[in-house]
């Protein structure tokens, strides 16, 4: 077999729907986000960043930046290990204390990415109870889907953020099964919420565990910013909070959240959790400043959704074609892939503003968008500047503004 031309065959088709994936080559520079600097064949540029998932900026703040230096002189680069073997560090103890304070639960545990928690927790949980059946809302994360798949059991979906379908679904299923309803709080494209305390009571009554994705919320939602879940005031309802380090965060890693004997039994049983090596400690030490600034600064949620609300109705008054969106997250819907990406490349090229593409398999084909995540650190000017170069982007691609 050509096993190279079956490669290329591939990745020419994904060439010739504009699908194909391309890297900003980008350097972060601690103190100027959201300006990043491009590197490219012609040299070096200043570029704005647009699409950070980084949403608070936290990845460079000073107190978070201050404490990994302090564990990285005291305890060097690597953990060491995996967790069951020498790679515990203190950092990654309290760490786990901060989070599952901040969630009001009895204990968390700590893994690699959002990613590996989720495919980790799901895949451990559904394969070893008894006769499992998940319940997954139809948008759920490429990674809960994962994590249901390798568990081998039964799946059966429910309409997106629908607590009426839920129970339809839930009633069908034989009573004497072990049930999941796993969904998310923040669906990262189109930026809803869901309706947590009516899944959660449906989910309940039908004797299910509830598995609640806050990876887009935590730090962003609440009080003390520990997600929508405690912004609704359902936190009590929720049986396993799923969490990332690696955005609002502004760090890497993933983590779960729940009653001791769940977590426990995740941390036991979970093979994604026992053979990968532990976090770096000093991740770990910027990670539990990043979350202990954040419990105590509303302030910073609150400059956020002021920054998205002023966003939203700047690209609405100019014509520019805003999905509807409840939280932080601006999608601005473009339609085709190929026109997708096209304005990419020109707000990058000729504007040095950087919005990726987000193309079919991550949004349905016919929704492609460029998804904008104002930070508390883009100002109004920045703001200007993006409508201004999205509006005659949009001309130069052939798009028509809305009336």
Not at 176 to 193: N, T
Not at 345 to 367: A, E, S
Request: hydrophobic share 40%; aromatic share 8%.
């Amino acid at each position: 077999m050509d096993y190279n031309g079956f490669f290329r065959q591939h990745i020419n088709s994904l060439k010739t729907e504009g699908r194909y994936r391309t890297f900003a080559d980008l350097e972060r520079r601690a103190g100027q986000f959201p300006t990043a600097v491009q590197h490219d064949a012609s040299g070096e540029r200043d570029v704005v960043v647009w699409c950070s998932n980084d949403y608070l900026g936290m990845g460079q703040h000073p107190e978070v930046l201050a404490a990994m230096h302090q564990a990285l002189e005291r305890c060097g680069a690597g953990a060491g290990g995996t967790r069951n073997i020498s790679g515990t560090n203190h950092y990654h103890v309290v760490l786990e204390q901060e989070l599952s304070s901040w969630h009001e639960k009895e204990a968390a545990l700590l893994f690699t990415s959002g990613y590996v928690a989720n495919w980790t927790a799901l895949s451990t949980l559904a394969a070893r109870l008894p006769n499992c059946i998940v319940f997954s809302d139809s948008l759920n994360h490429a990674s809960m889907i994962e994590g249901i798949r390798h568990s081998r059991a039964e799946k059966r979906i429910f309409k997106h953020n629908d607590p009426e379908d839920l129970k339809r679904t839930l009633a069908a299923a034989p009573a004497d099964s072990a049930k999941i309803v796993a969904f998310e709080s923040v669906y990262s494209m189109d930026g809803d919420k869901a309706p947590i305390g009516p899944l959660c009571d449906i989910a309940h009554a039908y004797g299910a565990l509830t598995y609640l994705d806050e990876v887009h919320a935590v730090g962003l939602y609440g009080i003390a910013g520990s997600g929508v879940a405690e912004e609704q005031g359902v936190i009590s309802k929720v049986d396993l909070i799923q969490g990332t380090l690696g955005k609002a965060v502004g760090c890497i890693g993933g983590y779960i959240a729940g009653s001791s004997a769940l977590v426990d039994f995740v941390r036991s049983y979970g093979s994604g959790f026992i053979f990968t090596t532990a976090l770096p400690p000093a991740i770990a030490a910027g990670a539990t400043a990043s979350v202990r600034f954040l419990r105590t600064h509303p302030e910073i949620r609150a400059r956020h959704q002021e920054r998205a609300a002023t966003l939203k109705t700047l690209l609405n008054d100019a014509g520019l074609p805003v999905l509807p969106s409840e939280s932080h997250i601006v999608p601005v819907l473009v339609g085709e892939a190929k026109l997708c990406k096209a304005l990419s490349d020109i707000l990058l090229q000729d504007y040095r503003l950087y919005v990726q593409p987000i193309n079919y398999p991550t949004v349905p084909r016919g929704t492609e968008r460029l998804r904008l995540t104002p930070s508390p650190l883009h100002d109004d000017a920045a703001m200007a500047a993006l409508v201004e170069a999205l509006q005659e982007s949009w001309h130069r691609v052939g798009l028509e503004l809305v009336a």
